[in-house]
């Protein structure tokens, strides 16, 4: 009996979704618990196996459909075989030669397009792995992957070759491709901090040479003892976040309307970048894990991000952020709040830099912290003292543990 392949249950906070990628295409063989379809919300990509053996009969929702919850994606046909005889059309697409780029164009499945198109790939030169050569987006990123650190190439709709004796091109070429899910939404929630809520933020500096020199001395060892979890910053100003979320609640609620939410527990959100945009999940209940929880956490959190294998119960919630743009080298910018939240905390690149240390003039390796508050909630003098709280904390790392 066939079975009816359908959309996972989409949380309240999820309207619907987009059918990103399909692994399987109609009449090809699938394993049981193999990846059939990607689907992307405006939150997570969500991934939908199959339940059995067999083969896909008919695919009901096609590559860019919007689906709600539950809804029909595919019909597999239990302990059946791939006909060994593809469709008529299906064969001629196969046994066709492709002689040029404008030919494998037409193989390209909506998702590989706009990847193709974002960065200017030649497509006659994507080997298509598909049913009848068709080319998927795991053929356009390992093509990527393969050819890292090349130069781009030109793609089969680029502009001619600039013609030198005019000392410029006759064509200026634009791409318009639409928004995924993801980033629309992102944008929409940076849009939505900036004009709903009163931020503004305040700025500090750390020096960082005394969690330096303690990560230096311990860092071999905590390896060892913590079964490969590497010690980082991050841990540190998570946990000295917490530490001073304690002493400010303000710093810790959030707006409800005309009502403000204090939370007793503190769930802190970690900014990582992914190829489809910024996300934010949390740590549940960090003020009660250790610094080897808080950066293993930290670790599997990325992994898992960039994987796409995050869940929506892993982005929801969060009491407060940490944001960490100095692995990109940013020197000093300016947190957008994450709404309903009323703080984020961003960190940025250590930099040496001379500094007056007992009337003298010393190099140290800085930082530049910034807080984004809400100041609806939040107060100048409040949130000022929320930062050199952190500060006081980063600077004499001992203070996290004693928690003074």
């Known amino acids: 009996m066939a079975i009816e392949i359908k959309a996972p249950a989409f949380p309240e906070s999820v309207a619907d979704g987009e059918v990103a990628t399909w692994h399987k295409q109609e009449g090809e063989s699938v394993a049981r618990d193999e990846l059939l379809v990607e689907i992307e919300t405006d939150k997570v990509v969500m991934e939908v196996v199959a339940p059995e053996d067999g083969v896909v009969t008919k695919i009901h929702a096609p590559e860019g459909s919007v689906i709600e919850s539950e809804a029909p994606l595919a019909t597999l046909e239990p302990g ?166 304690k002493r400010f609640p303000e710093v810790n609620a959030s707006i409800d309307g005309n009502d403000v939410v204090y939370h007793g527990y503190q769930d802190i959100g970690v900014a990582v970048s992914t190829e489809g945009g910024l996300v934010v999940p949390v740590l549940r209940d960090a003020d009660f894990m250790s610094l080897a929880d808080v950066e293993a956490a930290i670790f599997d959190l990325g992994i898992r991000a960039r994987d796409k294998k995050l869940t929506i119960e892993d982005m929801t919630g969060g009491t407060f952020t940490v944001s960490n743009g100095g692995v990109f080298g940013s020197l000093l910018s300016t947190p957008i709040l994450n709404p309903p939240q009323t703080g984020i905390l961003g960190m940025h690149k250590i930099q040496e830099r001379p500094m007056a240390v007992n009337g003298e003039v010393v190099i140290q390796p800085m930082m530049y912290l910034a807080l984004s508050y809400d100041h609806r909630l939040i107060d100048g003098k409040t949130a000022v003292q929320f930062l050199v709280a952190v500060k006081d904390l980063i600077e004499d790392p001992a203070r996290i543990l004693l928690q003074l």
């Open 80 to 245: 059946a075989a791939a006909k060994a005889a593809p469709a008529a059309t299906e064969s001629a697409t196969a046994s066709a030669p492709v002689k040029d780029g404008d030919d494998k164009a037409a193989l390209l499945g909506p998702a590989a397009r706009q990847m193709v198109e974002e960065h200017g790939l030649d497509v006659g030169a994507i080997p298509g792995t598909g049913k009848g050569g068709r080319i998927t987006k795991e053929d356009v990123v390992s093509y990527m992957k393969a050819n890292e650190g090349a130069p781009a190439a030109t793609a089969a709709v680029a502009a001619p070759a600039p013609d030198q004796s005019a000392g410029h091109s006759s064509e200026r070429v634009e791409n318009r491709v639409p928004m995924t899910r993801m980033r629309a939404k992102i944008a929409e929630r940076l849009l939505e901090a900036s004009q709903q809520t009163a931020m503004l933020t305040t700025f500090n500096e750390v020096n960082m040479a005394p969690v330096m020199a303690l990560r230096s001395k311990y860092k071999a060892q905590f390896e060892k003892i913590h079964n490969g979890t590497r010690l980082g910053f991050m841990g540190f100003f998570v946990k000295a976040a917490c530490e001073a979320l």
